[in-house]
């Protein structure tokens, strides 16, 4: 009678440990998906600034032109 009780223990133990791993992989996932994401954003922010700068660059060697 107490081996059984020992083992359904165990075994509460086991899974418990088992979907605590699930959760923190699914936490995992989301969390790359957002820093995925962000890193996007800073890659379209940064082309937009180095083509601006561009512009800047060539207003300025057109003024000097002149």
Excluded: D, T
């Amino acid at each position: 009678m107490a081996e059984v009780v020992l083992i359904r223990i165990v075994l509460a133990v086991i899974i418990g440990v088992l979907f605590g791993l699930v959760y923190c992989m699914r936490v995992f996932v989301l969390m790359e998906r957002r820093i995925a994401r962000i890193e996007n954003h800073i890659e379209k922010m940064v082309q937009q600034v180095l083509k601006e700068e561009l512009r800047i660059e060539n207003a300025l060697k057109v003024k000097k032109r002149k």
